[in-house]
């Protein structure tokens, strides 16, 4: 029998698209010959994701996993909805964040992690040649308090865990985890709906703020505001702005009266010690992707002349 390298396995699997494990059984059963090993994977039906590597997949699923004081997230896309209802792609995801709770947020590191006996790359490129739709894994996200909660929402869930808007929050607090949950789990509705871009105003990124002071010192040139008064208005502005984009700063969702950091505060009480946001991740499907003028599904019809 001939000697399979590791060499071998990876140029069967850039040549196919297949899984590693796939791609060693298919040169040891053609004595490592390349030609043979492809015809055989053809043959198995397994050779299918390299060509599918290059379609948009801008739709799938957000999936979440918790643990005690930590919890993960990623975004696992595919080409139509549709797969998102199947079963096999539904148990994909899970399993991927389940990983990422233990490996962290690297994508690549998730990729290369074992779940059973393949890594998760090549699980993907098993479900691609299964389902026969172009997968990609695109973003993790895991956070953890040393004391606390991470609190967790799904929008749009189609089973436990999975959806099409994810939110985590972490939670810092020597409180009731009762209570921390209840709260925890109102912020995270209230990120869902308001996408802030910022705990507070220290954590907006500068670039964003001096863009936005840019914005604003143009608007009130132009409203012939004398030049002595812009810098002073303009930091008004951005005050304004601050309360519509940072979390602590926005009119809470439950009650637009008081602020999220006034709602957290109140919560204190309850829940017996200070409560402080130490980080959040949203994960919104998609968003971002640029998707061609035509999406999968009109693809096939044509494909089949009925469209």
């Known amino acids: 029998m001939a000697n399979i390298t590791a060499a071998m396995v990876k140029d069967l699997r850039e040549k196919t698209g297949a899984g590693m ?27 299918k994701a390299a060509k599918k590597a290059g379609r948009v997949a801008a739709e799938g699923l957000i999936g979440q996993m918790l643990a005690p004081k930590k919890g993960a997230m990623v975004e696992v896309n595919s080409e139509t909805d549709f797969v998102a209802r199947n079963d096999h792609f539904q148990g994909l995801v899970k399993m991927i964040a389940d990983v990422a709770l233990s ?8 990729k290369a992690a074992k ?3 393949m890594t998760i790359a090549d699980a ?8 026969g739709e172009n997968m990609t894994l695109r973003r993790a ?15 749009n869930q189609i089973s436990e865990g999975l959806g099409k808007i994810g939110v985590l929050v972490a939670l810092e607090s020597s ?8 709260i925890g789990r109102q912020v995270a509705m209230h990120i869902a709906s308001s996408n802030p871009i910022a705990i507070d105003a220290a954590g907006v990124d500068p670039a964003v703020v001096k863009r936005e002071k840019d914005i604003l010192a143009d608007k009130f040139r132009q409203q012939g505001k004398p030049e002595a008064m812009i810098e002073k208005i303009t930091e008004s502005g951005l005050k304004t702005f601050y309360k519509e984009q940072t979390l602590l700063e926005q009119p809470f969702i439950f009650d637009d009266k008081k602020s999220v950091g006034q709602a957290l505060k109140e919560a204190e009480g309850k829940a017996g010690g200070p409560i402080k946001v130490t980080a959040f991740a949203r994960f919104a ?12 599904a009109a693809e096939v019809a044509a494909a089949g002349g009925t469209a």
């Open 21 to 47: 494990m796939d791609c060693k059984a298919a040169l040891g059963e053609s004595n490592g010959d390349m030609e043979a090993a492809v015809d055989w994977l053809r043959k198995k039906g397994l050779s």
């Open 103 to 110: 490996v962290g947020d690297d994508v690549e590191a998730i």
């Open 115 to 117: 779940a059973g006996n």
């Open 124 to 131: 993907v490129s098993s479900a691609i040649a299964t389902i």
């Open 141 to 155: 996200a895991v956070l953890s308090v040393g004391q606390g909660v991470v609190a967790a929402y799904m929008h």
């Open 175 to 182: 409180g009731q985890a009762g209570e921390l949950a209840t």
């Open 285 to 296: 499907l998609g968003e971002g992707i640029e998707k061609g003028p035509t999406d999968f």
